[in-house]
């Protein structure tokens, strides 16, 4: 891992004329990192880094520039987050990887580790002391999930929790605030929360807790402040909310701030004030999302940043000292999305994460006072971003009259000429999102002379709950008509070849890139299917999800009932399927399993469609193996330049609405 260093010589220099193409392994290997926090002290950097492809905590000593702790975990568990919670003490949780194409899933463990890699200790979980591998020490096993939500920056052996250990007659979860002991694993309860999991809690800086977000029976959001160590409910302006994420409390406990989904599709960010008792309308988008708030260095609100296409910094306290720095940092980076991820106690040191549709990402130490900025690490050093394809934010609207936003993605001029594209639907599909941020497969096929078409469909998150429920139980129908709308689209605006069109996707988009070829049949001259999904009835047996309650209610929730999964199986309609097909899969997958795979094969086999197979052994949800990926995309690219390929013989030019 390339962790500390200047910025390779080629980073910034001019492309050659008639320069070759990225070489495709640059676009399979994994990132060095995911995420950037500097200690309270300001001497340390904290980093999630990629190793063979699964999340490990890297320390990094910022004096002498090189890895003074670290922490990883057997393959299949990797770090999710990590929080500073003292000047030398890291706590991070622990998820479940099912491979890159899924979100893992939280474990509710927690690990706390020094800077210099010493006291590794195993602080909660089902695991405990006696079945912590290496040197940890531990606490006793204990079946639950705890959760850091205020690393008490005064208190510097503690750090507050959200706990869910007790159960009520029905064995639903009640939640507690706690303060955990990072060093020990020795928990004090302060407070036994009304209501059910999952829980939010914001405390302020000397750790008094000042309010909770919890669920009813039903699940829906329910507002509590904290007063006399007593909870009181606060009632939601306008009525109940169908989703809140609590953001925190300011340091100085006069203020929370929350972002609630409100009636009528309308997204809020809100202030409660703890001395009125009253919930307060900051800024409020009518239809889609508000956006993602931004807080200074007092917690308190300064700005939100919409990202419905490409970023935009909406500042709400223009005076604020770290509204007028973070302004002056997008300016100094032309633009690009910057994000402070963390700063030392006294402020004077922070972290920016910048990145953009061209650059992957770069980690910069910005120091105040003089202001001074400092290359650290990039996510991925070798990308060169002036030889990457630009993103275009797009939108478009719906037969139904919906917007859509989206992003196309292809060589400078290209989308102009009726470019042979490729729609790729990303994965999830309730919660996943696209963003205008630089994305390997769209880069690597827009470096062979395609055009990349990714949309943000009904169904995904990001654009307010009303967005995301328009999908629920419409795979087959709703959702594949926003796809379909967005290739009509692309072909009107002398963007897309109407003859050369391809559809390609994982998970999810996997499911997608068979589904719509099913429903739109003279649109697309090819798919191609990666970890995808195409028999949902044996997906809601088969699929992990399927392993807990919660997951068997989601799939009823988002799929409907086993008649309508069948209605939205591409393996029920194989038949009219007239383009062939790759189908590429991990024989480890869990989350959408082989058997996927070989229930389309077998379908495709049986009514002598064309199709080819590649099975990658021991991959799961997606590829861990850079070799692998590697294979993948090279296979692809063959796949596409056989059938919308500039060789390619034409086809019929599909209609525009």
């Not at 190793?51 to 299949?76: C, E, H, N, W, Y």
């Not at 009518?286 to 807080?295: E, K, R």
Request: aromatic share 8%; with cysteine; proline share 5%.
């Amino acid at each position: 891992m390339r962790l500390i260093g200047g910025i390779c010589a080629g980073l910034f220099a001019g492309a050659a004329l008639a320069a070759p193409p990225v070489p495709l392994k640059d676009f399979a290997r994994h990132d060095e990192f995911r995420d950037a926090k500097i200690s309270p002290a300001g001497d340390h950097l904290a980093v999630v880094m990629l190793v063979d492809g699964q999340a490990a905590l890297g320390i990094l000593d910022l004096r002498t520039r090189k890895v003074s702790g670290q922490m990883r975990f057997p393959k299949g568990n990797e770090v999710l987050d990590f929080t500073w919670t003292g000047p030398t003490r890291v706590v991070a949780s622990v998820a479940r990887s099912f491979g890159p194409l899924d979100q893992p899933a939280q474990t509710g463990e927690l690990y706390g580790i020094e800077a210099d890699g010493s006291k590794p200790t195993y602080l909660y979980g089902y695991r405990g002391a006696d079945q912590t591998s290496g040197a940890a020490r531990g606490v006793r096993a204990e079946y639950g999930w705890a959760f850091v939500f205020n690393p008490l920056v005064d208190d510097p052996a503690g750090a507050l929790v959200t706990v869910y250990t007790q159960a009520d007659a029905r064995g639903i979860k009640a939640p507690s605030i706690e303060r955990l002991d990072t060093y020990t694993g020795k928990r004090t309860m302060l407070a036994l929360l009304p209501g059910y999991a999952p829980v939010q809690a914001a405390a302020d800086r000397a750790g008094a807790v000042r309010f909770a977000v919890t669920a009813d029976a039903n699940g829906k959001p329910q507002l509590y402040a904290r007063e006399e160590k007593s909870w009181r409910e606060v009632a939601h302006p306008g009525g109940a909310a169908d989703e809140v994420t609590l953001h925190g409390a300011a340091d100085d406990g006069s203020a929370v701030f929350l972002t609630s989904d409100e009636a009528g599709g309308r997204q809020c960010v809100r202030e409660y004030r703890v001395d009125s008792g009253k919930l307060v309308e900051r800024l409020c988008a009518d239809s889609g999302a508000v956006g993602h708030a931004i807080f200074g260095l007092d917690d308190r609100l300064i700005g939100v940043a919409r990202e419905d296409g490409k970023p935009e910094l909406q500042v709400l306290e223009a005076q604020h000292p770290d509204a007028v720095l973070l302004r002056s940092l997008v300016k100094a980076f032309g633009g690009q999305r910057v994000r402070l991820t963390s700063r030392t106690d006294d402020g004077r040191r922070l972290v920016a994460v910048v990145d953009s549709d061209r650059n992957p990402g770069e980690v910069y130490l910005v120091e105040r006072d003089p202001l001074k900025v400092t290359y650290l690490l990039g996510r991925r050093a070798w990308i060169d971003p002036k030889a990457m394809a630009p993103s275009e934010a797009i939108t478009y609207r719906t037969r139904d009259g919906a917007t859509i936003h989206g992003f196309l993605t292809a060589q400078e001029g290209l989308a102009t000429r009726k470019a042979p594209l490729v729609i790729m639907p990303h994965g999830g599909p309730h919660g996943p999102r696209d963003f205008w941020e630089w994305h390997p497969w769209a880069q690597a096929f827009a470096s062979r002379g395609y055009a990349v078409l990714r949309v943000n469909f009904r169904g995904s998150g990001g654009y307010g709950r009303a967005h995301e429920v328009a999908g629920y139980r419409k795979w087959g129908t709703l959702m594949q008509d926003d796809l379909t709308d967005a290739v009509r689209w692309a072909i009107g605006q002398g963007i897309a070849d109407a003859g050369r069109v391809c559809i390609m996707g994982g998970s999810y988009g996997g499911y997608a890139a068979l589904m719509s070829p099913l429903r739109e049949p003279d649109l697309y001259r090819c798919a191609i299917g990666v970890a995808g999904v195409y028999d949902l009835i044996s997906l809601s047996e088969e699929s992990d999800v399927a392993d807990s309650q919660f997951g068997r209610t989601f799939l009823q929730k988002v799929l409907g009932g086993e008649e309508q999964m069948r209605e939205h199986s591409p393996v029920t309609y194989v038949e009219k399927l007239r383009i062939p097909v790759l189908i590429a899969h991990g024989t480890a997958d869990a989350r959408a399993p082989f058997t996927q795979a070989k229930i389309l094969r077998k379908a495709l086999e049986a009514h002598d469609k064309p199709y080819e197979w590649l099975e990658y052994k021991g991959e799961a949800h997606g590829f861990y193996k850079e070799a692998n990926h590697e294979d993948f995309l090279k296979k692809s690219i063959e796949f596409l330049d056989k059938h919308i390929g500039a060789g390619a013989k034409p086809a019929a030019a599909a209609q525009t609405q």
